[in-house]
Structures are given as C-alpha cells and as structure tokens.
C-alpha cells in the first residue's frame, strides 16, 4: 500500500479513537462517513475497543509453532507491524501457537496501551504442550511473562469440543474470574470448535467474548449449515457477547478474491460478528483484506 493510504488510514483510525468518531457502523452511516476495517468498535459489554481485523497468528499453529512463528522473529516483527500500520490494533495469540514471545518485540516497540492482546489457554495437553490442566493462574502468570505486561485484555480457553465444558473446565473458570477481579485480565471467553458447545456458550454467563467459525461455504466449519451456526452468533450478540469469527476465508481454502468477499458480505452483512481474526502469512494479504473489508462496509452502511 502507498504510504499516503498507510496515513489516511491511520489517521482515520487515531481521530475515530480519540474523537467522536469509533462508532458502530450505523452511526457512521448516519453521519456521513463511511465505516472502515480499523475502526475500533467495542466489544460486548467489555469496555474493551479494538479493531475490526485481528493479526492472527496461528495460522496450522500446533505444540508451540505456526506459519507465522516459523517466519522467525525478524520475519513475524515485520508481520505484526505491517498490519499495525494499517491500523490493526488487536492481535490473536495462543500458547498453542508459540506467538508469546515473539510479540513481546512489537508491544515494547510500540507500546502496550497501543495494542489489543488476546491469548488462550490450551487445556487439553499433547505433544510439547505436557499434560492437560484445568488451571489459569499458572498459565496465565507465565503468558504475562512471555509477553512482558501485567495485564491480559482477552483470555479464552482455547478450543472447547463439549457442551459440558462449563462443568468439564469449572475450576479454569473460577481462576479466570478471579483474575478478572483483579484487573489482570479484563475480559474472558472461549474457542469454540463445536457447535453444541457453541450454544452453551451464546447463553453463558461467564462468557465475555466468544471466537466462532463462521463463513458462507461451510469449509472448516462445525455444522454443515452456515445459517445454523449465524443464528447462534446473533443470539449470542444479544445476550451481549462479542464475536469474532475464525476460519472466515475457509482456513485458506476460499482463495478466490471473489470467494473471499462472498464470505465477508455474509458475515458482516448478516451482523454476525464484531471483528474477525485472519492468519496473515504475508503484509500484501493484510493490505488486500483491509481493502476488501472497507468496501463491504461501505456497502453495507449505504
């Protein structure tokens, strides 16, 4: 992108975050301005405000390791910032996925007020990742460590498969509500991967912010019918839970630019998230998203 994109861009990103504008798309609609990728929007009731996109990185993300992760530190740097410099502010990591550490280097270089961190918890062991545990207060003193801050925005219990899994993960849920109440972490959630346990967690009401797979070809998906899976996400958003949506592009398998806007129109035209985590491998696909989401938005505020 031109460096005078990069700037109108961020511009619009600094004045909507620090003026009266970070405003839900309607508003802009109402206003007369048009809603953008970078707007930071507000999730649920969490008082927390990111962008629209996510930088995720853990794009075949297994014991520690990702695309992203493999790029080496020089390489998964210039990633993150590229797309902090389109005005990405919030960033999915795991400690399935190794990224801990490696965006330790952006948050010092940038600021940690600046940036949105988002991080979760495998509970369920394997490989390099030991046994299986049904604690946070150890993972997450490690994950602030790894990180180098005090404070956590978002955690989740990464990639629950059950319905039961509020019972199953009781006592990983008291320790993330207590860290909560000390402001370690702000808001809590999980990585559904199932539908059933999708449903449980649209009602939860320990449930902050939930990640959901959703696009319009069911690839990748926990039920075979697209809108089965949307009106659980919208009854989700009015139990006043935040979305955001995972595997959007089919995990890589919708690669036609006219696939990938089919399936962003359908998501966002049908409301169903609040922000949407895409693995990035490269900075000209963060680019080529930010362009595709802006003028879905567009559209749709018309």
Partial sequence: MANGNKLTRRTFVEGALFGAAGLAVGAFAKAGVSAAATDRIEFGRTGIRASRVAMGTGFRGWDRSSNQVRLGR???HRLMR???????????LADLYGSHTYMRDLIREVGRDRVVL????????????GSATDRAVPEIERFRRELGTETIDLCLIHCVTDSTWPRQ??????????????????ATGVSCHDFG???VAASDPWVD???ARINNKSKVMD??????????????????KAVVGMKIFGAGQLVERHEREDSLRYVWGNELIDAMTIGFENADQVTDTLSQLDSVLRSRAA
């Fill in 74 to 76: 020089d390489g998964f």
């Fill in 82 to 92: 590229a797309g902090f410099d389109e005005g990405v502010n919030f960033f999915d």
């Fill in 118 to 129: 988002l991080s979760k918890i495998w509970f369920a062991g394997g490989g390099e990742m």
């Fill in 169 to 186: 993960l009781e006592r990983m849920r008291d320790e993330l509500s207590e860290l909560k109440s000390q402001g370690i972490i702000r």
């Fill in 197 to 199: 346990a999708l449903e």
């Fill in 209 to 211: 912010l939930i990640f």
């Fill in 223 to 240: 039920h075979e019918d697209p809108d089965a899976v949307a009106s659980v996400l919208r009854r989700a958003r009015a139990n006043g």
